[in-house]
């Protein structure tokens, strides 16, 4: 059982690190972190008081981290690791004051991270070259509904998949333009999660 570690999102995330089978992140208000499949954790510092939404990790440097957060206490809401939650940096920028759904890193370059957004009003898809310090919209053209999942090849890093209110949502030229994927679903489904299985290449 994790420790103790503040307050816990709805639906608290939890990811196998690409390191090791057998070390785990799951989140509350802090990082937790198993190195033994699950037998003892260990809680990072606390964030920014607000329980974790969303985890991914660098596959290239261990103890990096992306987390999105609610932004119930302060607008606040994503922040990197290089310590495995000892420490955090607030990489928020210039993001919109939405409510953050999902984030996804490249798995060559872990400065490259996209990020969905709920809500409104405003781009829903953001990407960032430089682990935050800056930001970019792709989602001009997408619906103005909120997005709770984004899903980037790692085989063909110009593919990127949304998941939001009314389906599923495909670029393959790096979010210039896209399309939607909805042949077979049902009408105005709400996509809340997308995984791309490596032995077979699907989209799930």
Known sequence: TPPAG???AFIAPFILSPFSSSQIYAGRATLLRSTNGGTSWTAGNP????PILSIASSASISGTLYVITQPTVTGRFFYETVNSGASWSDRTGSLPNRYPMDLSVDRVNDRIVHLVLSGYGTSH??????GGITWTSLGATLPDVPASAVLVDPLNTSRIFVGNDIGVFASYDGGVNW????????DAVIVTDLTLVPSHRRLR
């Open 6 to 8: 503040g307050t816990t």
């Open 47 to 50: 964030v920014n008081g607000n």
């Open 125 to 130: 898809l953001w990407k960032t070259t430089n």
């Open 179 to 186: 399309g939607s994927l909805n042949d077979g679903l049902p």
